[in-house]
C-alpha cells in the first residue's frame, strides 16, 4: 500500500481530436486534494503517466 490515508479517488478521461488524450487523476487525502493531468496520445500511456505523477505526489505528502 503507497498510503493509507486516501480518501477517495477520481479519474477522469477527456479526449481533444483523435491524437490527444488527458487523464487527470484527483486523490482526496485527509486536508488535502492532490491532482494531476498528463495528456498523450493514447489513453493507456497518459494513464500511466498520470499514476507516475501522482505516485511522486502521494510520497511527498506523506514526508511533509
Known sequence: ILYNQIIDTAVYLHEEGHNVKEVQL???????????????ETFESALDMSVDAMKKQILKYKEK
Open 26 to 40: 484527483k486523490v482526496n487525502i485527509k486536508n488535502q486534494t492532490l491532482v494531476c493531468k498528463e495528456r498523450h
